[in-house]
């Protein structure tokens, strides 16, 4: 179940690595950006898909379908063995409706607070820590941040590693894109645009003046409260403010930019996992699993400090003038760790489908 669906290429790999052991039922809100992954998951052996029209709804229809959607899972609850509720939202209402399936819920979490929360501990997830039968992480680094927070049982949490993200639903087996084209020096950030992702570090990067060649480009739907920020940068970068649908995307990676992922904080990120896939040239800040993921592959050069801008272009030197060995390294640990393989006995495990 994802009531508040914005796109779902997590979702369409999850789903097609448990339906290999599992029938699953997929209760999900259609949006403008998720038909393609929704269209994908219909096609699966052994899923069906229940959509419902909540995200594109505004005020009291979008709060009714919403609940419809919910009203949908609890009338079939009896028939299933797990219900899987991924980014559990947070109002107290969410709480309450979770309470009627606490010993069926398996709660997926992929951040230890909410994005853009100030606050180290929030309240609602200590009630998840505390009463959820069980709980998945996408990733180590998550599950260890969420225990620290919160104290979780150790039998209660599993981490279900989050796999490589091709965009258009391709086998995660296959490869795309050759490790013997070399990157360009051209800056790209591509993705919602939300405080925690950063995208303030161009005006500290820009400040002595615009870069050589091509200006960065800032491509993704940005957040209303950023507008003064993003009133800055149009003078200084390439500012698309729209989702950036998957064909656009892989034209850009054909061009073998450098994407930027200058985050704030963040547990982990999705675009890492899009870039992994296609064998692209990256750098990124020191955050969450990005950090862990990096340093594990012997990529701890990719990282960069927000705050010392020599240690940025000291990160993208490295990542041109060493890109075969980087894409080589990048490969080999995604070949190992990323695939979206889960034996059934793992999925019972984090399902709560053993004793």
Known sequence: MDAASYSLPYDYYFVAAVARHFFVDVFVSSSVYNEHYINLMRRLQNVRVYEWDVSRRRGLFGALAYLRLWFSVLRRRGAYQAINIQWPTVTPLDWLLILLIINKSVLTLHNPAPHNYSGKRFWLFRIYARLATKLVFVSQWSADAFARLYSTRGSQATVLQHGMLPLMGESVDGGSFACNTQPRRELVFFGKIE????????????????????????????????????????????????????????????????????YQQASQSGI?????YYRQAFVATDVGDIGVFLKSAGLGRLLFDRSDIHSFWRAVDYVIDDWTGVCEKVQAVSADSLRWQYSRSELEQALGLVS
């Open 195 to 262: 405080p925690y992702k950063g995208v303030d570090f161009f005006l500290e990067l820009l400040r002595e003046g615009p870069l050589p060649g091509r200006p960065p480009r800032v491509i993704g739907k940005w957040n209303p409260s950023l507008s003064e920020l993003k009133a800055q940068l149009v003078s200084v970068c390439d500012i698309r403010d729209e989702y950036c649908d998957p064909d656009e995307l892989l034209r850009i990676f054909q061009e073998r930019p450098i994407f930027v992922l200058p």
């Open 272 to 276: 890492l996992y899009n870039l992994v």
